[in-house]
Nanobody, 116 residues
Framework: QVQLVESGGGLVQSGGSLRLSCSAS????????MGWYRQAPGKQRESVAH???????TYADSVKGRFTISRDNARNTVYLQMNSLKPEDTAVYYC??????????WGQGTQVTVSS
């Protein structure tokens, strides 16, 4: 089983920035898709951003222009740079990885809180 460990969450003021990290226990090159989901209390989990093994990125409309996903294959780590944070970005952020066929992995989550 692949282990994913998130870090970088915390408390930040509105308009501030955070960088989340997701470290994998295996080579990222073996994972077809990696990215981030988030879930606020009482709300459904939503996709935030993803990056494929080829480098293709996708973003939720709500974070386009503010968040940037990237990867460092040498460190087996995916990053999410979050700028211009808003209170509505407050959530637990989960790292996710897909390895075809039939393998999906989740991290434990890291809390991001954005104050007004």
């Amino acid at each position: 089983q692949v282990q994913l460990v998130e870090s970088g969450g915390g408390l930040v003021q509105s308009g501030g920035s955070l960088r989340l990290s997701c470290s994998a226990s295996t080579s990222i090159s073996s994972l077809n898709l990696m990215g981030w989901y988030r879930q606020a209390p009482g709300k459904q989990r939503e996709s935030v951003a993803h990056i494929s093994s080829s480098g293709t990125t996708t973003y939720a409309d709500s974070v386009k222009g503010r968040f940037t996903i990237s990867r460092d294959n040498a460190r087996n780590t995916v990053y999410l740079q979050m700028n211009s944070l808003k209170p509505e970005d407050t959530a637990v952020y989960y790292c996710n990885a897909l390895q075809v066929p039939l393998h999906t992995y989740w991290g434990q989550g890291t809390q991001v809180t954005v104050s007004s």
